[in-house]
């Protein structure tokens, strides 16, 4: 198992541009989040999914869409690339059922370090 | 609003040295993780603790969750130069549920 994998490693955008973080995950699991992590903040939720079609935003979403058309693949997309989205960020996936009472112990990606100029 | 806090932020102590970072909040939580972070790298878990008053040992990391359930600490003895890195707490307001709440981190140091 690749666990959850992550590309790219990083990225470079000029203030306006556009791309497309990916993350894929190979545990069938059915929750998937994004996460940034800023120096000395922790790690704060962008948007999460509950299953492949359903997806739904998390503390700070703004400037960042998502999708997920199967259980393995949660793309990130900023359209507008601002400075203030300079940060590494982690895609994470796990496995929750509330008959289960399973607990929320997520599996992270190696993360992609983004700068915008 | 729920916050987790940590301390202390940052630790640079010798090769066998024992020491305890602490992860504090004023709510209560189902569940508490702890993840150890390396550079360039994505948090891995650590261990899951559920019940007030909980102690779990993993080697030479011992962690202990409150008894009320607000509060935990991880406690490292004989500290070695690979146990260097960032140690992250989160805790989940529900069992079953998805909603987890990060610390800041303690940033560990261990130098040969």
């Known amino acids: 198992n690749a666990g959850v994998t992550q590309t790219p490693k990083f990225r470079i955008l000029k203030i306006g541009q556009s791309m497309t973080l990916q993350c894929a995950q190979d545990?069938?699991?059915?929750?998937m989040y994004w996460y940034r992590q800023d120096p000395g903040m922790g790690l704060k939720l962008i948007y999460y999914?509950?299953?492949?079609?359903?997806?739904d935003k998390g503390e700070v979403p703004n400037g960042y869409n998502v999708s997920r058309s199967t259980t393995e693949d949660f793309p990130l997309r900023l359209e507008l690339a601002a400075p203030s989205q300079t940060s590494v960020y982690f895609c994470a996936s796990s496995y929750l059922s509330i008959t289960s009472g399973a607990y929320n112990e997520q599996f992270f990606g190696p993360g992609t370090r983004l700068t915008v100029l | 609003t729920q916050l987790l806090e940590q301390s202390p932020q940052f630790l640079s102590i010798q090769e066998g040295e024992n020491l305890t970072v602490y992860c504090n909040s004023s709510s209560v939580f189902s569940s508490l993780q702890w993840y150890r972070q390396e550079p360039g790298e994505g948090p891995v878990l650590l261990v899951t603790?559920?019940?007030?008053?909980e102690v779990k040992k993993l080697k030479r990391l011992t962690f202990q969750f409150g008894d009320a359930r607000k509060d935990s600490s991880l406690h490292i003895t004989a500290a070695q130069p690979g146990d260097t890195g960032l140690y992250l707490c989160?805790?989940?307001?529900?069992?079953?549920?998805?909603?987890?709440?990060f610390g800041a981190g303690t940033r560990l140091f261990v130098k040969a």
């Open positions: 603790v559920v019940t007030g008053g």
């Open positions: 545990m069938n699991h059915n929750y």
């Open positions: 999914s509950v299953g492949a079609g359903i997806t």
């Open positions: 989160a805790g989940s307001p529900y069992t079953g549920g998805f909603k987890t709440i």
